[in-house]
């Protein structure tokens, strides 16, 4: 995540309360997403985000006049990029949500550092020395261990976290090369309406066909009538991920991007303490395992990255 140097907000240097802002954020995040599976009763991914994003931009415009906040692009081009990278990641990883526990969802989700120093070690050069190759590889099994993609219960949808986290990854990397000097309510301003736009593409893909969320799914449902539990979990959804996204965003202003970025890993832990609160959702042992490894593997690659 990139910070604006121009934002009127003075920022001071507060570590602690910077790992208390992202970890509020992380559980605020993990625990909307929970009733997910709700929502895809009723309605589907596409109706969803069309919604959720006009939600979120109608409150988040008005608040960046307000605040004085700096909505001038400076890069079309690598604004766009990234919003469709990190855009596309969130398709997968609401319509993965839908299905599957959200632990193991943000398990795949959670794999981006791992992509980005392969992306950035592939296609930018950059170094990588002994303890993020080793990371990388503990990566590599704890993916293995949550997803188990070649077991008996395996189905594409076990694939789909892991491919949200690369586009994440993607979309990571666009951000620190591209967009440096892109203010942050350009970037999540740009995001949401990146989801708007896939909704409504969506909606009028689907537009012409008769379906239903029970027979079609989250992805092949079109337009549906509005419930009220629908409508409720979806502002529900819009408002407390702004809440969570706003966290955050402070989080960075408070500290070093290396020393809040572990921290962000707090959501895989939440995912699963609101799977079983809220579903008695209890991952394996094997799972268990393997979300220690991703989350070891990201902390290495993110604090050998910092130093570096």
């Known amino acids: 995540m990139t ?22 954020g992380m559980v605020s995040l993990s625990f909307i997403d929970s009733f997910v599976p709700i929502i895809a ?18 409150a988040l415009l008005p608040m960046a006049l307000i605040m004085g906040w700096r909505l001038q692009v400076r890069n079309w081009w690598a604004v766009a990029w990234r919003s469709f990278c990190i855009s596309s990641a969130m398709i997968l990883y609401f319509g ?4 599957l526990p959200v ?20 296609f930018y050069g950059a170094r990588i020395g002994r303890w993020r190759v080793l990371a990388v590889l503990l990566g590599f099994v704890g993916v293995m261990l949550v997803l188990r993609p070649t077991g008996g219960d395996a189905t594409a949808l076990n694939v789909i976290p892991v491919g949200a986290g690369l586009l994440y990854a993607m979309g990571a990397v666009a951000t620190r090369q591209y967009c440096a000097e892109e203010s942050e309510a350009v970037l999540v301003a740009a995001f949401f309406a990146a989801l708007g736009i896939w ?10 066909t008769v379906s239903d969320p029970a027979i079609n799914g989250f992805f092949g449902t079109g337009l549906q009538p509005w419930t009220k539990g629908a409508l409720f979990w979806t502002f529900g959804q819009a408002l407390v991920s702004l809440v969570g996204i706003a966290a955050l965003f402070r989080a960075y202003l408070l500290a070093e991007a290396s020393h809040v970025a572990v921290f962000e890993y707090s959501f895989l832990i939440a995912a699963g303490m609101w799977g079983y609160v809220l ?3 209890v991952p394996d042992a094997l799972a268990l395992i393997g979300m220690v490894c991703i989350i070891c593997a990201g902390v290495v690659i993110i604090k050998r990255s910092g130093a570096a």
């Open 279 to 281: 579903w008695g959702q």
């Open 103 to 122: 632990a193991q969802v943000a398990a795949g989700l959670l794999t981006a550092p791992i992509f980005v120093l392969l992306i950035t070690w592939g």
């Open 41 to 58: 009763h009723d309605i589907g991914i596409w109706q969803f985000h069309a919604t959720r994003s006009a939600i979120v931009l109608a």
């Open 3 to 24: 910070i604006d140097a121009t934002s009127p907000i003075l920022a001071r240097h507060d570590p602690r309360q910077a790992a208390c802002l992202a970890v509020f």
């Open 96 to 99: 993965a949500v839908a299905s």
């Open 199 to 208: 909704g409504a593409l969506g909606l009028l893909v689907l537009s012409e």
